[in-house]
C-alpha cells in the first residue's frame, strides 16, 4: 500500500519537508520513494503540491499522513470519503491546573494599623542602638626570625 507522507531534509534545527509517495512499510528516510509530489517548509508555511498527481495517488488507494492531509487541505485538493479529515477542535489538557497562579483562591491583604510609640521611647531605643567604634588590632611581632637552612 502507498503512503503519502512528509521526508525531512534540510539543515540541523532547520528543516525542509518533500512531500513523498512511498510504501507505507518503509521508513520515510529509507530512500526508496515511487514519486515527490511537492514541498513544505513549516518556517515561512510556503507549500509546493502538484495537485493533478496527488490526486491521481489518492485515487488509487494512497494514504495520506494527518499532516499531509492538512497541507491538501490547505491547497484545496479534492480528498476521497475515505480519508480522515484532522479535527480542529483538539486542545492540549494542562496538567496540575490548581496549582496555577490564576486558579488560587486570592488573599485578602489587611494592613494592621501601625501605633506610634511615644517620643521618649524612641530616643532611648537609638541611644542603645549605637554601634561601637572599631578598634584597630595591632600586628603581632615574631621575636625569632625563622631559617629554612639549617647549620651544623
Known amino acids: 500500500m502507498l503512503a503519502i507522507r512528509l521526508q525531512r531534509q534540510g539543515r540541523k534545527g532547520y528543516p525542509v519537508y518533500r512531500v513523498v509517495v512511498q510504501e507505507s512499510q518503509l521508513a520515510p528516510t529509507s530512500g526508496r520513494v515511487v514519486a515527490y509530489v511537492g514541498s513544505y517548509n513549516p518556517h515561512t508555511k510556503e507549500n509546493n503540491l502538484k495537485t493533478a498527481e496527488i490526486e491521481k495517488y489518492l485515487s488509487n488507494g494512497a494514504q495520506p499522513t494527518p499532516r499531509v492531509v492538512k497541507l491538501l487541505l490547505e491547497n484545496k485538493v479534492k480528498?476521497?470519503?475515505?480519508?480522515?479529515?484532522?479535527?480542529?477542535?483538539?486542545?492540549?489538557?494542562?496538567r496540575f491546573a490548581d496549582k496555577l497562579r490564576r486558579?488560587?483562591?486570592?488573599?485578602?491583604t489587611v494592613q494592621e494599623p501601625v501605633e506610634e510609640q511615644p517620643a521618649e521611647e524612641s530616643e532611648t531605643t537609638?541611644?542603645?542602638?549605637?554601634?561601637?567604634?572599631?578598634?584597630?588590632?595591632e600586628p603581632v611581632k615574631n621575636e625569632e626570625p625563622i631559617n629554612e637552612t639549617k647549620n651544623n
Open 79 to 94: 480528498l476521497p470519503d475515505w480519508v480522515k479529515k484532522p479535527a480542529n477542535d483538539k486542545q492540549g489538557k494542562i
Open 103 to 108: 486558579n488560587q483562591p486570592k488573599e485578602d
Open 126 to 137: 537609638t541611644e542603645t542602638n549605637t554601634i561601637p567604634a572599631v578598634v584597630e588590632a
